[in-house]
């Protein structure tokens, strides 16, 4: 290949490790091309042995995704037995204009500098993001060209369009010669020229629109789905393998984006799925809908939080096509034995071993035309017009409750959640969902119970699953046979794209009530949501010092009760002031609680019983602590739909005290949470308790950078992943034995001060 750097370029001296995994299985000839023509030397690891299964431990947390914990391995691999002065590991934020890649391939350079305690220098970072950043990220690969010692930016420039090139042309090439992606990433350069010319001479076709519609692959083909990085690495090998002696292997990769994205885009917003996931689904739903494949495989890691939104999908069009599917989650514990027994059971049970006949032609029944519609919500027949619900989180039903009813529309509101109600989402949800999901999908089918069959759910397609949760638990309850409508609101910006969508959902739920009602309903409705939160923090305040236990609690509840009935903002606002002159009477005890910041995913910081109620388990401990807890729906609201200036100054505050551990967002409130653990800190907290739900993307991605966060600022961090499992008694033990540590802590600080230590 042609250098291209200046004549007499010095070439830089830095060696770099590229560690194989995630992102580099979709991007190693941008990766390979970019760091080529830069003239910077680097070394890739191999795929995973069962050795890197031994250094899991070096992942500090064990919530991770396997995906995100064997790159620890390979990261450790590179820079321990291979010496390399840096890794290079680009932030993989977006593929694509419309959509995001999973969270964890954003946040995961980030995550190993973190985890491996490394300089910043260590971890060249730059960053992929087609879809916020369009015009601005390839700066991130000047700066990470510069750090490895290359300057001159036209050079960068050309090498970046050079690398974009090599991976759209091996995209291409991997469909159009049906390649597995280890066929391209084990080939030596020149491997492009030589298949094309190949296919070129042989007029070899591949299937889909990059050839003819007539598949040259004959029944008893096998779609396997998944991550490369997961079907192409120590997990998913010996899958490919075993199907391979039952026929044809089809692999996400060998399906051109083209047919990918028509599929997807039957999807209502299909094309805002994560890139990857994307285009596994779009496959998926193309395979099974041109019945070109006999089977069906989705393989996944273990929690992988993407998989469990696509997997419903994929397994209803297998299931509408007659195709029999297995889902397969693999992880560092998942045992051959078990895998192999599975498969075999699953490939006996639907069809013989294939004799390998190479490239029999084989003319499959016509596909039935998929019933190919863009972009309409997913909504079943006409419903009748009953109750609306609304589903709850925290005390949100009565700022909802006052909204809905001033325009004029009969709500039914959730009971309060209970394990009953959680039960009913856990018999519907896919695994791996994340819990907030399973507690709404229950509200959903309590709601039902009750006769209602239009549920109002906010969405909004972000980097998170929390975008997905409407249309998905459509798809579930519709499966389960409920008819039901799920009215999701999402926002109306861009009003171009959206405002016509978020005013059709919001004429299904209110009708046309005139603007007095509206604008009534909703003053009322965010002044009682701002006075709710305030209430909350002045609860907090009087549980960590109030004399008689419980009393703060008691006057809480009546509040609650008299805020429901508040009919209008004077008397909304005249039952706060009683409160707080309630509240203010209590007498209180001496002496300076602890201080502890709460911090987390949204659901679970605001839905008490989600959390198991931990900040009144906190508040009734002999030892006094003082919760302090910013992530409410009245910040969310000031920043997310008012763009407050206050909230706008304070998300930038807090995301610049996240930078430095983590620049980018990676969703939900991951990043926010590491900034608030940092802020924590300068406002002299004595430590954070982190609440996230079991398989949330962006909260692992920040409890693994919060024991760095710890470390560095001497901050104790607890971090208590939440699911329907948790019990109270152990979460209590946890938490008692966390606050002893911080009064432990505090006296020992105490000393130290009279014994005249500055610190
Ligand atoms: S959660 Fe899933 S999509 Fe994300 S990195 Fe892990 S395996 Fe990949």
């Not at 190949?198 to 007029?203: D, P, Q, R, Y």
């Not at 999901?437 to 109002?456: C, K, N, S, T, Y």
């Not at 998905?472 to 794209?497: H, N």
């Not at 560095?712 to 607890?718: G, R, W």
Request: glycine fraction near 8%; charged fraction near 25%; include cysteine.
């Amino acid at each position: 290949m042609r250098d291209l750097r200046p004549r007499g370029g010095r070439k830089p001296s830095m060696r770099v490790g590229v560690p194989r995994i995630l992102g580099f299985y979709y991007l190693f000839p941008l990766y390979r091309e970019f760091l080529r023509v830069i003239g910077v030397d680097f070394v890739e690891t191999p795929c995973s042995t069962p050795k890197d299964l031994d250094q899991m431990k070096l992942c500090p947390t064990d919530e991770p995704c396997v995906s995100v914990k064997i790159a620890f391995s390979h990261a450790e691999r590179l820079l321990v037995e291979d010496k390399v002065e840096a890794l290079f590991v680009p932030s993989v934020v977006s593929l694509d204009q419309k959509n995001y890649c999973c969270p964890k391939m954003m946040g995961l350079p980030y995550m190993l500098r973190a985890g491996l305690d490394l300089e910043p220098e260590k971890v060249i970072s730059p960053v992929i993001d087609f879809k916020d950043n369009p015009g601005c990220w390839q700066k991130t690969w000047i700066q990470a060209a510069s750090k490895l010692g290359v300057k001159d930016r036209g050079l960068v420039r050309r090498a970046l369009e050079r690398g974009l090139l090599a991976w759209k042309e091996s995209e291409s090439a991997m469909s159009r010669c049906r390649l597995s992606v280890l066929d391209l990433l084990e080939k030596r350069e020149g491997v492009l020229k030589v298949l094309l010319r190949k296919e070129a001479l042989s007029g070899f076709k591949a299937f889909g629109t990059a050839g003819v519609k007539e598949p040259v692959v004959g029944s008893g083909a096998t779609a396997i789905l998944g991550h490369a990085y997961v079907l192409h690495d120590l997990f998913g090998r010996k899958i490919l393998e075993m199907t391979r002696a039952f026929g044809p292997i089809i692999l996400p990769e060998m399906v051109s984006p083209e047919d990918a994205r028509q599929h997807l885009a039957t999807i209502f917003e299909g094309e805002k799925m994560w890139a990857v996931e994307g285009h596994i689904l779009g496959s998926g739903l193309f395979l099974a809908r041109d019945r070109l494949v006999s089977r069906m495989i989705m393989v996944s890691a273990f929690s992988c939080g993407p998989a469990s939104i696509i997997e419903n999908y994929l397994s209803r069009a297998a299931e509408d096509n007659g195709i029999p599917f297995l889902s397969l989650t693999v992880d560092e514990h998942t045992g051959e034995a078990g895998l192999v027994t599975r498969l075999e059971a699953f490939l006996d049970s639907c069809g013989k071993p294939f004799l390998r006949k190479s490239l029999c032609v084989y003319r499959p029944e016509p596909a039935r035309k998929s019933t190919i519609h863009r972009n309409s919500p997913p909504v079943p027949g006409p419903v009748p017009a009953g109750p609306v619900g609304a589903v709850n989180m925290g005390t949100l039903n009565i700022p909802v409750a006052s909204l809905l009813r001033a325009c004029g529309v009969e709500v039914v509101l959730p009971g309060p959640l209970s394990d009953t109600v959680v039960t009913l989402g856990k018999e519907l949800a896919p695994e791996f969902i994340c819990y907030p999901m399973v507690a709404l999908l229950g509200q959903m089918r309590e709601l039902i119970h009750r006769g209602v069959d239009r549920i109002i759910m906010i969405q909004g397609k972000g980097r998170c699953r929390l975008g997905w949760y409407a249309q998905v638990m459509q798809e579930l309850l519709t499966r389960a046979g409920y008819r039901v409508r799920i009215l999701a609101v999402d926002s109306p910006f861009p009003w171009k794209e959206k405002g016509q969508l978020f005013l059709q959902v919001v004429r299904e739920i209110v009708g046309s009530p005139g603007p007095r009602d509206v604008v009534r309903g909703a003053t009322l409705a965010i002044s009682k949501l701002f006075l709710l939160d305030r209430a909350q923090d002045l609860l907090r305040e009087v549980r960590a010092r109030e004399e008689e236990r419980g009393l703060g609690e008691r006057r809480y509840k009546e509040f609650l009760r008299e805020m429901e009935n508040a009919s209008g903002v004077l008397s909304a606002v005249e039952c706060f002031r009683r409160f707080v002159g309630d509240m203010r009477g209590i007498r209180r005890v001496p002496g300076e609680p602890l201080r502890v910041s709460i911090v987390g995913e949204i659901y679970v910081v605001n839905e008490p019983y989600v959390n198991k109620e931990v900040e009144k388990i906190l508040g009734s401990f002999e030892q006094r602590v003082r919760v302090y807890r910013r992530l409410d729906v009245t910040g969310w609201v000031n920043y997310h739909l008012l763009k407050t200036p206050v909230a706008v100054l304070d998300y930038r505050l807090v995301t610049k005290a996240a930078e430095h551990y983590i620049p980018v967002s990676v969703g939900g409130h991951g990043q926010e949470t590491v900034g608030e653990a940092v802020m924590a800190k300068r406002r002299g907290m004595d430590g954070v308790i982190h609440l996230f739900p079991f398989t949330c993307m962006p909260e692992i991605i920040a409890q693994n950078i919060l024991v760095k966060v710890s470390r560095d600022l001497q901050l104790p961090v607890l971090s208590l992943m939440i699911s329907e499992q948790t019990g109270v008694a152990g979460l209590t033990t946890r938490l008692e034995a966390f606050c002893d540590l911080l009064a432990g802590r505090r006296k020992e600080k105490a000393k130290r001060h009279e014994r005249g230590y500055g610190y």
